[in-house]
């Protein structure tokens, strides 16, 4: 992370670890906390899914926020080429989408469900919340966990334990499929590699909302089988072996959305590994002595 993507200097280093544990405790307890307020209402309408969503969601903002304010760190950065990074990002989150369904239709089945196609007026809240959340996740830890992290650990380290942390935040938020929660890890994986390159939160965020409205909103492969009550352009269904996201996890549960989210990894990771090369022999360098 560069210096001007700091709001100041650091703050000391046990204050910064307390700043971490205590936002995500916020965090984790909120998401639990909404979780079991969202398991006890029995509707599953449209302005209920709304209210759900925003209960579950918007404070997690304020927490990041404040978390970044201690921590010095200015979380809500546009980065540089915002533009190119964005449009970079849709792509790279939907060709992986794309990439993901096709391995799915080869090895499984695809198949048209039941479900008639939704009012437009409830296709555009779909688009708007997943918008929405996509985007109060990124803040949290693209904006906020991993720029520390990166701070106190480095690149590589700090990009992977806010993956590992992003994985949590799902436990937390009642996953439980090995598999999903592997491509769940890769994914956050991907959002930060691009967060962290880009220097900002837009080309992550691009990503991750062009990956969750497809498979949503216009695809209408969540849940697998059926379709959400905002409904969507299509609806499909995948069959065959869970593995290859015939389950009721849906792509989530497949090997090849984690094979897709490696190959992407991999290339946008390369950079970082010769960064990380050059600043050691560059340190080693400075410490040689004359």
């Keep these: 992370m560069s210096s001007a993507d700091l709001a100041g200097a650091p703050p000391s280093v046990r204050a910064e670890w307390l700043a971490i544990a205590l936002g995500l405790i916020a965090s984790w307890g909120w998401l639990g906390f909404a979780q079991f307020v969202g398991s006890t209402v029995s509707d599953p309408s449209i302005p209920t899914m709304v209210l759900f969503?925003?209960?579950?969601?918007?404070?997690?903002v304020p927490i990041a926020l404040a978390a970044g304010r201690i921590a010095r760190i200015s979380v809500l950065r546009g980065g540089a080429r915002r533009l190119a990074w964005t449009a970079g990002g849709f792509a790279i989150g939907l060709a992986g989408f794309a990439a993901t369904v096709l391995l799915s239709r080869l090895n499984g089945g695809l198949v048209t469900g039941t479900m008639p196609r939704a009012e437009m007026g409830a296709l555009l809240v779909s688009v708007v919340l997943i918008a929405f959340q996509t985007g109060a996740e990124?803040?949290?830890?693209?904006?906020?966990?991993?720029p520390v992290l990166v701070r106190r650990l480095g690149a590589g380290w700090g990009i992977a334990l806010a993956a590992v942390l992003f994985v949590v935040f799902h436990v937390v938020g009642g996953g439980r499929d090995p598999v999903a929660l592997v491509s769940i890890g890769l994914a956050g994986a991907l959002f930060?590699?691009?967060a962290w390159r880009s220097g900002g939160l837009l080309g992550g965020w691009a990503a991750h909302f062009a990956w969750n409205t497809t498979e949503d909103t216009w695809l209408g492969l969540t849940p697998n089988p059926g379709n959400s009550p905002f409904g969507s352009f299509m609806d499909l269904d995948l069959a065959g072996s869970p593995l290859w996201g015939g389950g009721p996890e849906g792509l989530n549960a497949s090997i090849g959305t984690a094979a897709v989210l490696l190959a992407?990894?991999?290339p946008l990771a390369l950079p970082l590994r010769r960064d990380e090369v050059a600043a050691a022999e560059g340190s080693a360098q400075a410490n040689a002595p004359a």
Excluded: N
């Design 53 to 60: 969503y925003l209960l579950v969601f918007a404070p997690l």
């Design 138 to 146: 990124e803040v949290t830890f693209r904006g906020w966990l991993q």
């Design 192 to 194: 930060g590699l691009i």
């Design 264 to 266: 992407l990894i991999v």
